[in-house]
């Protein structure tokens, strides 16, 4: 115990990591009653000083050690008479205790917490919590989808974390459903993860590009492709643009036999809300137009997959194709 850090700092801007970081402190103190008896936490801004230094120095009860967690001190000390003495503080850890600092987001390097914790030796010990990613995020992805037991390829995995970002929580929401989507019974693909999963934070604007380009409103919808292509890999897109058509000739297909949203959200294995917008937007075709707009697409694909055209200029044409006919 006495070669063990007294202050711990985490920081980062990966909060769910860091908690899981905390609580792997708190199954050492013992079972559940033990670690219960033996922690404490404080939040600030309304942290009381004297209440932290007597958790803090307080004897450990049928344990080793006690574990005390202080969110946002760097905030709650920032003024440089609370700081000072917050620093103290910090020297007067006994060995008995462990101190948590959580810090949300990243702390720089020139940080008064960061330079206390390097000039404290073996007392302190810091970690970054960082979310994962691009690559990293892509990484990560793989490995959740082998923990609840499925496969994604690595490709279908770089563009799952190009869509959903580094929302850890968002990416296990999607992978549950790829995985439930390819049955579990083979690998989830690139064209899997186009046809069921949406970008993270810009389903609003990817519908909103569908919408205005299904209802006539040419220009918008071409606006919104130029703003999407500053945000969005452009083959990543075409993979959606193609998905989504996919998925509106099956809805299509699907309302022509009279099921109705739900059904519709059931059979094609996707949320409710995007079945209804679904089958809003494959109301406004027919069969015959959705299969020709389908068609254009995979001579787009072609065209992309052998250098005859850039992907940006590809979506472009077939957006302003598209409307044409719809304004017409």
Same mark, same amino acid.
């Given at each position: ?6 202050? =711990? ?7 769910? %990591? ?32 004297? %209440? ?12 080793? #050690? ?13 003024? !440089?008479?609370? #700081? ?5 503080? &910090?020297?007067? +850890? ?29 007392? @302190? ?24 037991? @499925? ?8 563009? &799952? ?12 929401? !999607? +992978? ?7 049955? =579990? ?5 690139? %064209? ?33 492709? !130029? ?17 989504? $058509?996919?998925? &509106?000739?099956?809805?299509?297909? &699907? ?27 494959? #109301?406004? $075709? ?7 707009? =389908? ?8 065209? +992309?997959?052998?250098?005859? +055209? ?19």
């Amino acid at each position: 115990m006495a070669d063990s850090p007294t202050v =711990y700092l985490f920081h980062g801007d990966d909060e769910n %990591a860091m908690h899981d970081a905390v609580a792997g402190l708190q199954s050492k103190l013992g079972d559940a009653a033990a670690a219960g008896m033996n922690t404490a936490s404080f939040e600030g801004p309304s942290i009381s000083f004297d %209440a932290l230094r007597n958790a803090a120095q307080a004897t450990p009860f049928l344990a080793t #050690r006690r574990l005390v967690t202080l969110k946002g001190a760097s905030k709650v000390f920032s003024a !440089e008479a609370a #700081r000072e003495r917050f620093l103290q503080f &910090l020297e007067q +850890i006994p060995p008995s205790t462990a101190l948590v600092l959580m810090e949300i987001p990243e702390l720089n390097e020139k940080h008064w917490l960061v330079k206390w914790m390097k000039s404290a030796g073996g007392r @302190g010990f810091v970690r970054e919590f960082n979310l994962p990613k691009g690559a990293q995020m892509a990484a990560w992805i793989r490995e959740k989808a082998n923990e609840l037991g @499925g496969e994604i390829q690595p490709q279908a995995a770089a563009a &799952l974390a190009q869509l959903i970002g580094s929302d850890k929580e968002a990416a296990t929401r !999607e +992978i549950e459903k790829l995985l439930a989507y390819a049955a =579990y019974h083979r690998p989830v693909e690139a %064209a899997d993860v186009a046809t069921i999963s949406l970008p993270s934070g810009e389903q609003g604007d990817f519908f909103a590009l569908i919408d205005s380009l299904t209802s006539g409103h040419g220009a918008r919808a071409m606006e919104m492709l !130029e703003a999407l292509f500053l945000e969005r890999d452009h083959i990543m897109l075409f993979f959606s643009l193609v998905g989504h $058509f996919r998925l &509106l000739l099956q809805a299509r297909e &699907l309302v022509d036999t009279g099921r109705g949203d739900i059904n519709l959200a059931k059979e094609l294995g996707i949320h409710p809300y995007r079945a209804e917008k679904l089958a809003a937007q494959a #109301r406004r $075709f027919s069969m015959g137009t959705l299969e020709a707009i =389908y068609n254009r697409l995979v001579e787009l694909d072609e065209q +992309i997959k052998t250098g005859k +055209i850039e992907t940006g200029l590809a979506m472009e044409i077939f957006v302003a194709e598209l409307s044409a006919q719809t304004a017409s």
